[in-house]
Antibody
Framework: QLRLQESGPGLVKPSETLSLTCTVS??????????WGWIRQPPGKGLEYIGI???????YYNPSVRSRFTISIDTSKNQVSLKVTSVTGRDAATYYC??????????????WGQGTVVTVSS | DIQMTQSPSSLSASVGDRVTITCRAS??????VNWYQQKPGKAPNLLIF???TLHTGVASRFSGGGSGTEFTLNISNLQPDDFATYYC??????????FGQGTRLEIK
């Protein structure tokens, strides 16, 4: 069963860099997925698409976050990562890693991690 | 970016009822709409993709329709487990993809 697991620091200070990791398990990293994505959800609010990355490393970002967000992939560790620079209070959210698996015929996130909560505070 | 506008933002209904949630796109997106269900403290779950195709394991009381700019998610014979927040997502352009603002379905 394909599984995604996010991990991160939980608490980050304003102006610092946030690094999150998504570990993929339960299937072949290079042949079970089309792409992986990051989506965030501020407390009590809706879902915001951050961007996606393909196995070969090609990335696409939401233009609204592009300048501070970087998605990367480490195929040796079966991991996808998200880095956010110059963090502010508006970056406080639950961050989800999600993917489109090869069983889905359309662009859709059919597999989600459980999410990791990020609090921004000094 | 393609904007997705959901209505209503919240909805009260009773077990056994049928409800409809609407999502309008800011431009023609053919049938590139997905629907997700999210329960408190949990990640979203894919219900429907391609506007009307049920994802594996989703109950048949869920159905989706529409094309172009107007889409609906219908839930018939509401069950207690269905009370949650629902989101639409357009996948016509993943650059970027966008979600609706969500519809919270509550028990009356």
């Amino acid at each position: 069963q394909l599984r995604l697991q996010e991990s991160g620091p939980g608490l980050v200070k304003p102006s610092e860099t946030l690094s999150l990791t998504c570990t993929v398990s339960g299937g072949s990293f290079n042949s079970s997925f089309y792409y992986w994505g990051w989506i965030r959800q501020p407390p009590g609010k809706g879902l915001e698409y951050i961007g996606i990355i393909y196995y070969g490393g090609t990335t696409y970002y939401n233009p609204s976050v592009r300048s501070r967000f970087t998605i990367s992939i480490d195929t040796s560790k079966n991991q996808v990562s998200l880095k956010v620079t110059s963090v502010t209070g508006r970056d406080a959210a639950t961050y989800y890693c999600a993917s489109r698996s090869l069983t889905t015929r359309r662009d859709a996130f059919d597999i989600w991690g459980q999410g990791t909560v990020v609090t921004v505070s000094s | 970016d393609i904007q997705m506008t959901q209505s209503p933002s919240s909805l009260s209904a009773s077990v056994g009822d049928r409800v409809t949630i609407t999502c309008r796109a800011s431009q023609n997106i053919r049938d590139y709409v997905n629907w997700y269900q999210q329960k408190p403290g949990k990640a979203p779950n894919l219900l429907i993709f391609g506007a009307s195709t049920l994802h594996t394991g989703v109950a048949s009381r869920f159905s989706g329709g529409g094309s172009g700019t107007e889409f609906t998610l219908n839930i018939s014979n509401l069950q207690p487990d269905d009370f949650a927040t629902y989101y639409c997502q357009q996948s016509h352009s993943m650059l970027p993809s966008t979600f609706g603002q969500g519809t919270r379905l509550e028990i009356k």
